[in-house]
């Protein structure tokens, strides 16, 4: 296992994180997986043998099941592995059970702690954008919370550009403790991260935790053009993450099957090779629904692409550039620095 120093912290995590959303199978949590605390002892004994050192769950998963299984699980051994948590989603009716207020982020923290049965987060990520709360309250609640010793670093996930860079900017005003992790979507299916999130985070010295780098399956390579799979996540209720482009995914498992092949490795363990190799990647949080799948993704650390794979699945993948990233790609290259090229560094038209 190798391991990557998470953004500009002392810590050092494994490249592949455990995640824990089949944890339960409760409410709608069901379509991903339902893992038992059985089924879960050995998925965690499978990862810790294998190295990994972070499981990753939060507290709207099965409405605390997860996190609740999870605590069951690591009891007895909670100083071999790091934490990650997260606050955000509605946890109750009220109009307070939901949200990022100082309120609701110090209820959940406990919440939390008690179903994991532990007394700190090594990892506390706010789950979603708030819009209604001030983020000085936000910034001030987890920097306390840090100081407490309830938590020892901060991560984000699912912020916008914009978003983000004003909730750093909000906690260096303060002096509060800034995120060292940033959680996000990102994968061959989609790579709209490149756009602001993975330049930013290279910018900011924020390690990128990767949610679903398999497209919740997609990448699996049992979803081919003209063939239908049993049993995929696609064909259930849930619908994380959106296809917006069905013939350039196809097009995408088909260079991702084809390069797999000639490896002699599963189409799961290319996709998940490709991502660690990307700028500003530092771990990705897998899921399984089986123990034969967690082994497989577990290979990826083995799995070594050539410059001619990347460069093919680059090119087969590729995000349009929007503007403003045409206009610079074609007037400002000769000036990009390490975060501009996240994005331009194999620009589909060529022109960086």
Same mark, same amino acid.
């Given at each position: 296992?190798?391991?990557?120093? *998470?953004?500009?912290?002392?810590?050092? /995590?494994?490249?592949?994180?455990?995640? #824990?959303? #089949?944890?339960?199978?409760?409410?709608?949590?069901?379509?991903?997986?339902?893992?038992?605390?059985?089924?879960?002892?050995?998925?965690?004994?499978?990862?810790?043998?294998?190295?990994?050192? /972070?499981?990753?769950?939060?507290?709207?998963?099965?409405?605390?099941?997860?996190?609740?299984?999870?605590?069951?699980?690591?009891?007895?051994?909670?100083?071999?592995?790091?934490?990650?948590?997260?606050?955000?989603?509605?946890?109750?009716?009220?109009?307070?059970?939901?949200?990022?207020? +100082?309120?609701?982020?110090?209820?959940?923290?406990?919440?939390?702690?008690?179903?994991?049965?532990?007394?700190?987060?090594?990892?506390?990520?706010?789950?979603?954008?708030?819009?209604?709360?001030?983020? =000085? =309250? #936000?910034?001030?609640? !987890?920097?306390?919370?840090?100081?407490?010793?309830?938590?020892?670093?901060?991560? &984000?996930?699912?912020?916008?550009?914009?978003?983000?860079?004003?909730?750093?900017?909000?906690?260096?005003?303060?002096?509060?403790?800034?995120?060292?992790?940033?959680?996000?979507?990102?994968?061959? =299916?989609?790579?709209?991260?490149?756009?602001?999130? &993975?330049? !930013?985070?290279?910018?900011?010295?924020?390690?990128?935790?990767?949610?679903?780098? *398999?497209?919740?399956? *997609?990448?699996?390579?049992?979803?081919?053009?003209?063939?239908?799979?049993?049993?995929?996540?696609?064909?259930?209720?849930?619908?994380?993450?959106?296809?917006?482009?069905?013939?350039?995914?196809?097009?995408?498992?088909?260079? &991702?099957?084809?390069?797999?092949?000639?490896?002699?490795?599963?189409?799961?363990?290319?996709?998940?090779?490709?991502?660690?190799?990307?700028?500003?990647? #530092?771990? *990705? &949080?897998?899921?399984?629904?089986?123990?034969?799948?967690?082994?497989?993704?577990?290979?990826?650390?083995?799995?070594?692409?050539?410059?001619?794979?990347?460069?093919?699945?680059?090119? /087969?993948?590729?995000?349009? !550039?929007?503007?403003?990233?045409?206009?610079?790609? +074609?007037?400002?290259?000769?000036?990009?620095?390490?975060?501009?090229?996240?994005?331009?560094?194999?620009?589909?038209?060529?022109?960086?």
């Amino acid at each position: 296992m190798e391991y990557r120093q *998470l953004g500009r912290s002392g810590l050092r /995590v494994s490249v592949l994180t455990m995640g #824990t959303m #089949t944890f339960g199978g409760r409410d709608v949590f069901g379509n991903v997986g339902s893992t038992d605390v059985a089924g879960a002892r050995r998925q965690i004994d499978i990862c810790l043998d294998a190295g990994v050192n /972070v499981f990753d769950t939060a507290n709207i998963y099965s409405s605390g099941l997860s996190e609740e299984i999870l605590g069951e699980v690591v009891k007895g051994r909670r100083e071999r592995l790091l934490l990650s948590s997260k606050v955000r989603m509605p946890m109750g009716d009220g109009p307070n059970d939901q949200g990022l207020s +100082r309120h609701h982020i110090i209820d959940q923290v406990e919440g939390s702690l008690r179903r994991l049965g532990t007394d700190h987060l090594d990892i506390y990520h706010v789950h979603q954008w708030d819009g209604l709360t001030p983020l =000085e =309250e #936000t910034m001030e609640a !987890l920097d306390s919370l840090v100081r407490s010793g309830k938590v020892r670093y901060l991560g &984000v996930s699912n912020y916008s550009g914009w978003q983000l860079m004003k909730a750093l900017g909000v906690a260096d005003a303060h002096g509060y403790q800034r995120f060292v992790s940033n959680q996000i979507y990102y994968s061959l =299916e989609s790579r709209d991260a490149e756009y602001e999130l &993975v330049p !930013l985070s290279l910018d900011q010295g924020l390690g990128i935790m990767v949610w679903s780098p *398999l497209a919740g399956g *997609l990448l699996s390579g049992k979803y081919r053009r003209g063939q239908q799979a049993d049993g995929g996540r696609h064909l259930t209720d849930w619908d994380e993450p959106p296809v917006r482009d069905e013939e350039k995914l196809y097009d995408t498992i088909e260079t &991702v099957v084809d390069i797999a092949a000639a490896h002699g490795v599963s189409p799961a363990q290319v996709s998940l090779a490709y991502l660690l190799a990307q700028p500003g990647v #530092t771990t *990705l &949080v897998i899921g399984a629904r089986n123990d034969e799948q967690l082994r497989d993704n577990l290979g990826a650390v083995d799995v070594r692409l050539d410059a001619a794979d990347l460069e093919r699945l680059d090119k /087969v993948s590729a995000p349009e !550039l929007i503007y403003p990233h045409w206009h610079q790609a +074609r007037l400002a290259a000769a000036r990009f620095g390490t975060p501009d090229r996240a994005l331009h560094r194999r620009s589909r038209d060529g022109e960086a």
